[in-house]
Structures are given as C-alpha cells and as structure tokens.
T-cell receptor, first 110, second 104 residues
Framework: SAVISQKPSRDICQRGTSLTIQCQVD?????MFWYRQQPGQSLTLIAT?????????ESGFVIDKFPISRPNLTFSTLTVSNLSPEDSSIYLC???????FGPGTRLTVL | GIQVEQSPPDLILQEGANSTLRCNFS?????LQWFHQNPWGQLINLFY???GTKQNGRLSATTVATERYSLLYISSSQTTDSGVYFC??????FGAGTRLTVKP
C-alpha cells in the first residue's frame, strides 16, 4: 500500500498567521483527502483534493480558510489561513481507495 | 447524511481479555472500514468490510449490512492494542470512536 509523509509533523503558530501542510505519497494516486481531528474528537473530512482542478469541500469548510493545491498525482498541500486557537487540531491526509493515512500534522495556535 | 454511532465510548481491559466493539449506521452503506489510531496518532486501516466477516490474526470483524451494524472483535488483547478504534462509512464519515485501554 501507499506510504504517505506529511510536513511539518507539528507546529506552533501565532493567531492570524497561516500554516501550509504538505502531503507526499510514494506512488501516484487519484484520490487524496484532507481531514481535521480536533482534540479528543473524531475525524472530519475537510475536502477532496482533485488533481488539475479545484478541491471539493465538505459542508462547513471553505476555500478561503482551507486552500488546497494538488499539482500532481503524488503531492498536495493544505493551508490553514488566518489561524485562531480553534484551529488547533491534527490535520491528516489520506489516499484512496483503501484510505491509507499519513502520520498527521499537529497544529497548536497561540 | 448517514449517522454513525460507536459503542462503548470507553473500554478498559486487562491484558489477555477479549472485547467486542460495535458500529451502528443509520442507512445502507457501500463501504465500511475499521481503523485503529494508536496513542501517537497514527491511523491504521484494519478492515475494509462492507459485509461479511474477515479475520486478521487476533482481530476479526463482521458487518451485517441488512441490520446496519458492524462488530470488531479483539481476542487476547495486548497493551499495544490500546488506542482509539474508529469505524467509517461510505464518504468517510467517521464514528466518534471507542477508546480502548489495555492494562498489563
């Protein structure tokens, strides 16, 4: 199965700044997804990253807050913009169809 | 959308004990998966099981699609089984999880 790496593994950011998270897959995949896991909570799908077109966002998530790039079939980035403490979460990427997950990025916003 | 409920929310076991985790879903599904999130946050796909029964070592899972539930069985539990177990259906809608703690 695919092997996924994410960068950074963790970060501490100031309110009002942005953080870009990278997701790299060791093979070409069609389906890539971004999730948020708030402290002590389950996972929530943010969006599906589509290669060559705009991401498809789930209800409650908007492109201005969570812009996503997918320049090729092995790489995607998620930016969390205008950070607030409520954005403190683990952000994970996964690839389909078997839903292999990356190790996650733990974001703390002060 | 489909509602996914998991029970129990928390489970504490002594090493060597067996356990059953349950996932109920509110509508028919084409996809159901079980995941284990270890204490370091890594999510591992355990089973893809929209119906039927599968086994992998000490773990097995059964989904009864007509009755809208799935069960995950853990036998002879080990401390490394600790973590949170999630089920997810169709468009990757996750349940709230069962937090398992296995004590030595």
């Amino acid at each position: 199965s695919a092997v996924i790496s994410q960068k950074p593994s963790r970060d501490i950011c100031q309110r009002g700044t942005s953080l870009t998270i990278q997701c790299q897959v060791d093979s070409q995949v069609t389906m890539m997804f971004w999730y948020r896991q708030q402290p002590g909570q389950s996972l929530t799908l943010i969006a599906t990253a589509n290669q060559g077109s705009e991401a498809t966002y789930e209800s409650g998530f908007v492109i201005d807050k969570f812009p996503i790039s997918r320049p090729n079939l092995t790489f995607s980035t998620l930016t969390v913009s205008n950070l607030s403490p409520e954005d403190s979460s683990i952000y994970l990427c996964s690839v389909g169809p078997t839903n292999v997950f990356g190790p996650g990025t733990r974001l703390t916003v002060l | 959308g489909i509602q996914v409920e998991q029970s129990p929310p928390d489970l504490i076991l002594q090493e060597g004990a067996n356990s059953t985790l349950r996932c109920n879903f509110s509508d028919s599904v084409n996809n159901l998966q079980w995941f284990h999130q270890n204490p370091w946050g890594q999510l591992i796909n355990l089973f893809y099981i929209p119906s039927g029964t599968k086994q992998n070592g000490r773990l097995s899972a059964t989904t009864v699609a007509t009755e809208r539930y799935s069960l995950l069985y853990i036998s002879s539990s080990q401390t490394t089984d600790s973590g949170v177990y999630f089920c997810a259906v169709d468009d990757m809608r996750f349940g709230a999880g069962t937090r398992l703690t296995v004590k030595p």
